[in-house]
């Protein structure tokens, strides 16, 4: 049983009991947690303290009570484990915004339903997958998380890690009583775990205003994504790795490009004997796909200009020009394709921006604005995005070609194929930009 699991049961266990005395070390015990990390966790997946989430759905059922007439507003306190009406009254309106009685007469209303941890975490998966590897849950979306971090290069360097990283977090008052920071760690990239030293980085997440003037500290954030998550024992990280390499085969998933996990949620010991929340990155299977494509001959306009300015001015050219001579839509016959170099951030170097056409190769061009030239072919790593993810999907292409081990051939033209409808360019219109990366043979 995972933590989001574990927090889930102490979420039906607190809705049993709402009309209840809720002693809070027998809620922790629901999640088979110490009251301290249960504490941390259930902010963590919640974004609500243990109490206040007890409060607030006792005054939700309360305020439903009242305006159903249920009973009068002391056996409503009661009922919900208010010692007093002053009680409840105060607590009703820190929460709801005003007291009980006036929320009865203007007849307002005020909801905060029970919390479904695993609807709100997790994707709903292949009931056979589920069977065969009912420990390996998928989490839709962890978001982002800035956190502080030490690294260490050694033998067994988490230990050095975590004990330099949770000496520094005391001492600057992160770790206190019940505190909601969280434990992370993970091998860095050079590391070669069971082959002697290699580098391990242990960071504890901190807020969002937190800054630190120590040269020791890394400040950073983890950007999060969707992970197929476990529960496991330290000393087991490697046989989890191997049974998600086993899961991801079967399912609709790959492995992602984001950083890998482990979770310490009950602290760290140099034992290694305890459990970890390991997290590892994955994404749908992409539509990236590896393709040969052939040289062809262009019609091209290159203006020299910003990046708010040069595109429109060469696609406008281009399309006139195409217009004119009968390649007004895009079609198996023709295809429109652009190339910049608004990405190199080397100062001092001219901006331009290329619109092209393919046409075929006996074409004359006699227009000084327009250039007829090759467009090398090669292998390309194609995907189809939109005009809002373009630079993000440029981003992926690059990230997915490096995790499959590939190489971008720098000596031919990247290109994104645009869609062009009655001669013009409607990018916020047309979702179809399909991108080609040059790698190497």
Same mark, same amino acid.
């Given at each position: 049983?995972?933590?989001?699991e574990?927090i889930?049961?102490?979420?039906?266990?607190?809705?049993?009991?709402?009309?209840?005395?809720?002693?809070?070390?027998?809620?922790?015990? /629901?999640?088979?947690?110490s009251?301290?990390?249960?504490?941390?966790?259930?902010f963590?997946?919640?974004?609500?303290g243990?109490?206040?989430?007890?409060? #607030?759905?006792?005054?939700?059922?309360?305020?439903?009570?009242?305006?159903?007439?249920?009973d009068?507003?002391?056996?409503?306190?009661?009922?919900?484990?208010?010692?007093?009406?002053?009680?409840?009254?105060?607590?009703?309106?820190?929460?709801?915004?005003?007291?009980?009685?006036?929320?009865?007469?203007?007849n307002?209303?005020?909801?905060?339903d029970?919390i479904?941890?695993?609807?709100?975490?997790?994707?709903?998966?292949?009931k056979?997958?589920?069977? #065969?590897?009912?420990?390996?849950?998928?989490?839709?979306?962890?978001?982002?998380?800035?956190v502080?971090?030490?690294?260490?290069?050694?033998?067994?360097?988490?230990?050095?890690?975590?004990?330099?990283?949770?000496?520094?977090?005391?001492?600057n008052?992160?770790?206190?009583?019940?505190?909601?920071? !969280?434990l992370?760690?993970?091998?860095t990239?050079? *590391? =070669?775990?069971?082959?002697?030293?290699?580098?391990?980085?242990? *960071?504890?997440?901190i807020?969002?205003?937190?800054?630190?003037?120590? /040269?020791?500290?890394?400040?950073? /954030?983890?950007?999060?994504?969707?992970y197929?998550?476990?529960?496991?024992?330290?000393?087991?990280?490697?046989?989890?790795? %191997? !049974?998600?390499k086993?899961?991801? =085969?079967?399912? #609709?998933?790959?492995?992602?490009t984001?950083?890998?996990?482990?979770?310490?949620?009950?602290?760290?010991?140099?034992?290694?004997n305890?459990?970890?929340?390991?997290?590892?990155?994955?994404?749908?299977?992409?539509?990236?796909?590896?393709?040969?494509?052939?040289?062809?001959?262009?019609?091209?306009?290159?203006?020299?200009?910003?990046?708010?300015?040069?595109?429109?001015?060469?696609?406008?050219?281009?399309? &006139?020009?195409?217009?004119?001579?009968?390649?007004?839509?895009?079609?198996?016959?023709?295809?429109?394709?652009?190339?910049?170099?608004?990405n190199?951030k080397? #100062?001092?170097?001219?901006?331009?921006?290329?619109?092209?056409?393919t046409?075929?190769?006996?074409?004359?061009?006699?227009?000084?604005?327009?250039? &007829?030239?090759?467009?090398?072919?090669?292998?390309?790593?194609? *995907?189809?995005?939109?005009?809002?993810?373009?630079?993000?999907?440029?981003?992926? %292409?690059?990230?997915?070609?490096?995790?499959?081990?590939?190489r971008?051939?720098? &000596?031919?033209?990247?290109?994104e /194929?645009?869609?062009?409808?009655?001669?013009?360019?409607?990018?916020?219109?047309?979702?179809?930009?399909?991108?080609?990366?040059?790698?190497?043979?």
């Open positions: 049983m995972n933590y989001y574990r889930q049961n102490s979420v039906d266990y607190i809705e049993r009991n709402l009309e209840n005395k809720i002693n809070l070390k027998e809620v922790a015990k /629901e999640a088979f947690m009251f301290s990390n249960f504490y941390r966790i259930f963590a997946l919640t974004g609500h243990v109490k206040e989430y007890i409060r #607030k759905r006792r005054i939700s059922l309360a305020s439903e009570d009242i305006m159903l007439n249920k009068n507003i002391m056996n409503i306190a009661v009922k919900y484990g208010f010692s007093s009406s002053d009680t409840f009254s105060k607590a009703f309106k820190h929460i709801v915004g005003c007291n009980p009685t006036t929320f009865m007469k203007e307002l209303e005020y909801r905060f029970k479904d941890v695993l609807d709100k975490y997790y994707e709903i998966q292949d056979n997958l589920l069977d #065969k590897y009912p420990d390996i849950k998928v989490l839709k979306k962890m978001d982002p998380i800035k502080a971090c030490f690294e260490y290069y050694g033998n067994n360097p988490e230990i050095n890690a975590f004990k330099a990283l949770l000496d520094w977090a005391k001492n008052s992160i770790i206190l009583d019940n505190n909601k920071y !969280r992370f760690g993970y091998d990239t050079e *590391c =070669k775990p069971g082959k002697g030293q290699y580098g391990y980085e242990a *960071c504890i997440t807020d969002e205003n937190f800054n630190t003037n120590d /040269e020791r500290v890394k400040m950073k /954030e983890l950007s999060g994504g969707m197929a998550v476990t529960t496991i024992g330290v000393k087991d990280i490697s046989k989890a790795w %191997a !049974r998600f086993s899961w991801v =085969k079967l399912s #609709k998933y790959e492995f992602g984001h950083q890998w996990l482990e979770e310490h949620v009950e602290g760290f010991n140099e034992d290694f305890y459990d970890v929340e390991l997290f590892m990155p994955i994404c749908e299977k992409s539509e990236y796909s590896i393709n040969l494509v052939n040289d062809t001959n262009v019609a091209m306009c290159k203006v020299f200009d910003e990046e708010d300015t040069a595109p429109f001015e060469a696609w406008e050219i281009l399309l &006139k020009w195409s217009n004119a001579n009968g390649i007004s839509n895009t079609s198996d016959e023709h295809k429109f394709f652009a190339h910049h170099n608004y190199i080397r #100062k001092g170097i001219k901006r331009w921006y290329i619109a092209m056409v046409i075929d190769d006996s074409m004359i061009i006699n227009d000084r604005t327009i250039k &007829k030239e090759v467009l090398v072919g090669g292998k390309f790593v194609t *995907c189809n995005t939109d005009f809002k993810n373009l630079p993000h999907m440029w981003n992926e %292409a690059v990230n997915w070609i490096n995790f499959k081990g590939e971008i051939n720098p &000596k031919i033209k990247w290109r /194929e645009w869609q062009v409808k009655n001669g013009k360019l409607f990018p916020e219109d047309y979702p179809n930009i399909k991108i080609y990366v040059p790698i190497k043979d």
